[in-house]
């Protein structure tokens, strides 16, 4: 089964509607820039490179309006694919083939991704994930994910992450699995250090909402501990990200604007309260893992090993 | 308010069906040693000098027989606290009265542990913590949480992980907190490296389940990440546990049974399930973090500093 989380229909976008995964399958249609910007926030779509690609199919809807394009920038902070995708909408003399150009390019990328990641990946490999960066997170395909099932053939397993407090391991990165039958095992997220230090992963492959321009990577609120954790255990991490999750304009990572959501995401799932009425909440959606922790970047281009200023610099320089 | 986790009652042991918490106040009353037995697998009473308590009145309620013994050791596998309530009562010669005095000692070593710690604790200290290590996980005021309990003065502040699976942060820490007005921030336990990268925590406070004679500690699944980010951000790690968590007859963290628990804890919560059917997954209970993370074990009796054999023998030899 192909997972399709974006679907454009010429004066709509259909989005399956992530919130509702694993218990049902349902797409919401979107016709107007405001309906695709409530989606991104409310994580209809989520994922850095498919926010792009809703962001992109929201300005056709919107008609290339200065109002469509400020409600969808409004949408959700950090990722900058979305910023980068209005950046070319902006430009396009076509809004709509510039959409369909993004979608498609998203699609190439995520398999020239996995391509050169799935090198990287031994035989038997124990892969273990987070987040989900499959192809619910993009055009299709998938970043990280995309890795892993660029390398099934390699007989590869997955250790899915539940990422608290959204539950994007639990819900879409196991439901992907089930789906393509790549074998994977569903810990907490505070399980990854005890399977560490057991020898039961080899290495950890993760996307990223951008990456600054020293190469210090933004991802989902828990990516750092398992950067740091896998230093302490000599393991790979893994970074896999287009080039359009690249932000050239941020220095460093402590730049990088991070996202608070709601309580209520801590605090419980959907109606079930678990934590007592009256405590405090942080919910800060994403973190930095500082590009020293970083193995390699696996971006469409090239492997980029140790990054840094310098080979960063050196990747964009080199054109698309 | 004071929590009362274990009442004794001359005939039956109740206890506070900590599963219901925070929504419910409700005790639980046990007339057999295979109740109080049952009530610890099922998590009704649980951190590890509470279930020690629990089991020594275990069984009195077993009159001492071989079978109360061998069904209460058979319970959950990890607390070393639950075999050495067993091996005192064993020896003791009035059955009641050796568990009200294992009772009274952990209430005591508790005050204790809670006056050395306190002298650790910085004036404002931002004090993370896991899973529930207050009055609800031992005879009253309890270990790490007992240690904030006691610098309350020193106008400290507390962020609890949520502590998946079984969220003890989130439901009794931030209870405990809420009751007597610790100010308490709630987040899930991969946001701990976030705000500690950010400068948001001052150190890091948690209980053991076990101690081995080298100093490693055995905790709740998620402990070792966090000690891991605390040495990566030089804050202070600090255990507190009595000394009935000490296991002088293992030689290293390795050689600690690790419990695994169903699988329906990590998939869901109650009766809600979020992953998706046919999916693999792993519940390790506990993990074990190495000696050489600890900054310093705070005991009724002293602050061992940089622990390790030598000096964990030498707090053992000195008799309690």
Redesign the interface.
């Known amino acids: 089964m192909t997972v399709e989380p974006i679907r454009w229909k010429g004066d709509a976008l259909e989005l399956l509607d992530q919130r509702e995964l694993?218990e049902r399958t349902v797409y919401l249609s979107c016709r107007t820039a405001q309906e695709v910007a409530d989606a991104i926030r409310s994580m209809v779509v989520r994922g850095a490179p498919a926010i792009g690609c809703a962001a992109a199919f929201g300005v056709v809807l919107g008609k290339g309006s200065r109002e469509s394009y400020d409600v969808l920038a409004r949408s959700r902070p950090t990722a900058i694919n979305l910023f980068w995708a209005l950046e070319r909408m902006k430009k396009a003399a076509n809004l709509e083939a510039e959409a369909k150009a993004i979608f498609e390019e998203d699609l190439a990328a995520n398999r020239a991704i996995g391509r050169l990641g799935a090198e990287l990946i031994p035989q038997g490999a124990r892969i273990l994930t987070y987040c989900n960066t499959g192809a619910l997170a993009t055009a299709g395909h998938g970043t990280a994910l995309g890795v892993v099932r660029s390398a099934k053939a390699k007989n590869v397993s997955v250790i899915a992450c539940?990422?608290?407090?959204y539950?994007q391991g639990?819900?879409l990165t196991?439901?992907e699995?089930?789906q393509e039958g790549i074998?994977?095992?569903?810990?907490?997220?505070?399980?990854?250090?005890?399977?560490m230090?057991r020898g039961e992963a080899d290495l950890v492959i993760v996307g990223a909402d951008r990456i600054a321009a020293n190469g210090d990577v933004a991802n989902k609120?828990?990516t750092?501990?398992l950067a740091?954790?896998a230093r302490?255990h000599a393991l790979p991490f893994y970074v896999a990200a287009p080039l359009s999750t690249f932000d050239a304009k941020i220095a460093d990572g402590s730049k990088i604007p991070i996202e608070e959501r709601p309580p209520e995401e801590?605090?419980g799932?959907?109606g079930?309260r678990?934590?007592?009425?009256?405590?405090?909440?942080?919910?800060?959606a994403f973190?930095?893992t500082p590009a020293e922790l970083v193995t390699a970047i696996i971006c469409e281009k090239a492997v980029v090993r140790d990054p840094d200023r310098a080979r960063l610099q050196a990747l964009m320089s080199t054109g698309v």
Chains 1, 2 share one sequence.
């Open positions: 694993p539940e990422t608290r407090p539950l639990a819900r196991a439901w699995c089930v074998p994977c095992t569903l810990v907490t997220d505070n399980m990854a250090g005890y399977l230090s609120i828990g750092y501990p740091v954790l302490r801590v605090t799932y959907r079930t678990w934590a007592p009425q009256g405590i405090s909440v942080r919910n800060p973190d930095v």
